[in-house]
Antibody, heavy 116, light 110 residues
Framework: QVQLVQSGAEVKKPGASVKVSCKAS????????MHWVRQAPGQGLEWMGI????????TYAQQFQGRVTMTSDRSTSTVYMDLSSLRSEDTAVYYC?????????WGRGTVVTVSS | QAGLTQPPSVSKGLRQTATLTCTGN????????ATWLQQHQGHPPKLLSY???NRPSGISERLSASTSGNTASLTITGLQPEDEADYYC???????????FGGGTKLTVL
């Protein structure tokens, strides 16, 4: 079945970077865009951007431009989200979600904690 | 970044009908309709409906979605305890070239 498996929890210091992975299986990896969405503790969902795993094309939300980089590795069917210059407000659960008639399949999320 | 507007909370009784709303503008909800997601505490969101009343397989027929102008609605009939969750709407905004989300509505089934 279609599955998105994300990397484990991370603890980072302010100013550092974090790279979260999302490994896809059960479908043709290059056929669907992949979103990244985050959710701060007790808050709602926030769209970060989208990548096409086939050609690596990306669109980032304006508030993350310059700090986020999304990449894909077709050999391992994995997409990555790299967020730099971390601050405490970046503490959140980071989700990948497949784009197939909107956000049809979600990963379980990766907790990123930014703390000194 | 401008988002969509949802009421923070809605409470309804068991077996009653709840209608959740999501207000945007002509660049997002009014243009391509809305996507609806359900999230139970501690779990990732789950797709309920896309581009108005298109339900993925396995989603209950008790759920229906619609759009009127710039406002999208999700109606849940015959409320059950498992319907108690947070509900989010989302839409592509063609002026921002970005997906936008509502702040979410917490549905309580009494």
């Amino acid at each position: 079945q279609v599955q998105l498996v994300q990397s484990g929890a991370e603890v980072k210091k302010p100013g550092a970077s974090v790279k979260v992975s999302c490994k896809a299986s059960g479908y043709t990896f290059t056929s669907n865009f992949m979103h990244w969405v985050r959710q701060a503790p007790g808050q709602g969902l926030e769209w970060m951007g989208i990548i096409h795993p086939g050609d690596g094309g990306t669109t980032y939300a304006q508030q993350f431009q310059g700090r986020v980089t999304m990449t894909s590795d077709r050999s391992t069917s994995t997409v990555y989200m790299d967020l730099s210059s971390l601050r405490s407000e970046d503490t959140a659960v980071y989700y990948c979600a497949r784009e197939e008639n909107s956000f049809d399949i979600w990963g379980r999320g990766t907790v990123v904690t930014v703390s000194s | 970044q401008a988002g969509l507007t949802q009421p923070p909370s809605v409470s309804k009784g068991l077996r009653q009908t709840a209608t959740l709303t999501c207000t945007g503008n002509s660049n997002n909800v009014g243009n391509e309709g809305a996507t609806w997601l359900q999230q139970h505490q501690g779990h990732p969101p789950k797709l309920l409906s896309y581009r108005d009343n298109n339900r993925p397989s396995g989603i209950s027929e008790r759920l229906s979605a619609s759009t009127s102008g710039n406002t999208a609605s999700l109606t849940i009939t015959g409320l059950q305890p498992e319907d108690e969750a947070d509900y989010y709407c989302s839409a592509w905004d063609n002026s921002l070239s970005a997906w936008v989300f509502g702040g979410g509505t917490k549905l309580t089934v009494l």
